[in-house]
C-alpha cells in the first residue's frame, strides 16, 4: 500500500513537472512566433455598406490587427486618416479600408462640382488596357468635322471611380468605366459618345491614385 502510494506521488510530480515544462516550451514558441511576426498593427474594417462620399466616423469600422509587415502600403493604419474624410468608392461590409479610397471632405469633387459618367464599351468605344478603380485615363476621339477627320486628345487624365465587368473574377471581361468628371466635362463628353465616330480609352502612365 505503502509502495503504490509512493508511485502515485511520483506520477503525480512527474505530470506537474512535465506540464510546467509544457507551458514554458509553448511560452516560448508564442515568443519566438510574435518576434517572426513583428509589431502588430491596426487596420479598419467596415462593420456595414457605406456609400461613396459620404463623411466617414470611427464607428463605422471596427479594429483587427494584423502583422505590420503583412500589411500593404495602401492600408490605413492610422484612425486620424479617417476623419475628415469620404471614400471614393462604395464599401462592403468587410472591406479593407485603403488611403487611395479617401479624399478629403473639403477637397472632394462633390455632386455640385462633378459628374460620374458611364463610358461603356461598344463599336466605336475600345478600351486599350485592363483597367480598375482608381486608375487614370487619357479619352482619344476621332471625328468628322467638316470634309475632315479628325482625331484628338479629348481629356487627359480621367479619374475612374468603378469598373463594371462581366463574368466571375478569373474570367472577366471590361464592360466599361465610370469616370468623374466636371459638369461642364460631362457634357461634352456625353456628345462625343453619342456623336462620335470612335472613341479609345487608354491607360495613363501614373495608373493610379495614391
Known amino acids: 500500500m505503502l509502495e503504490l502510494k509512493r508511485k502515485s506521488i511520483l506520477f503525480l510530480s512527474l505530470a506537474i513537472v512535465m506540464a510546467i515544462l509544457a507551458g514554458l516550451l509553448f511560452s ?39 502583422p505590420l509587415q503583412y500589411a500593404p502600403e495602401s492600408v490605413v493604419l492610422e484612425p486620424k486618416v479617417i476623419q475628415g474624410s469620404v471614400s471614393l468608392l462604395p464599401l462592403k461590409k468587410g472591406d479593407v ?23 461603356m464599351a461598344n463599336d466605336k ?3 486599350d488596357s485592363v483597367l480598375e478603380s482608381m486608375d487614370r ?15 484628338i486628345l479629348f481629356k487627359r487624365d480621367v479619374l ?3 469598373v463594371y465587368q462581366s463574368g466571375d473574377k478569373q474570367k472577366s471581361q471590361l464592360e466599361g468605366i465610370g469616370v468623374e468628371v466636371s459638369i461642364e466635362d460631362a457634357v461634352a463628353l456625353t456628345d462625343v459618345l453619342n ?10 502612365n501614373n495608373t493610379r491614385v495614391k
Do not use: H
Not at 456623336?195 to 495613363?204: E, G, H, P, Q, T
Open 195 to 204: 456623336y462620335s465616330d470612335r472613341v479609345r480609352i487608354l491607360k495613363a
Open 137 to 151: 485615363v487619357d479619352i482619344i476621339v476621332s471625328r468628322q468635322v467638316g470634309n475632315q477627320r479628325q482625331t
Open 28 to 66: 516560448n514558441q508564442v515568443a519566438v512566433l510574435q518576434e517572426r511576426m513583428g509589431v502588430m498593427s491596426q487596420t479598419y474594417v467596415a462593420k456595414y455598406d457605406i456609400e461613396p462620399r459620404i463623411p466617414l466616423k470611427l464607428s463605422d469600422f471596427e479594429v483587427k490587427e494584423i
Open 97 to 119: 479600408l485603403a488611403k487611395n479610397m479617401l479624399k478629403p471632405m473639403d477637397g472632394q469633387a462633390n455632386s455640385s462640382t462633378s459628374r460620374l459618367v458611364r463610358v
Open 125 to 127: 468605344v475600345q478600351f
Open 160 to 162: 475612374v471611380l468603378t
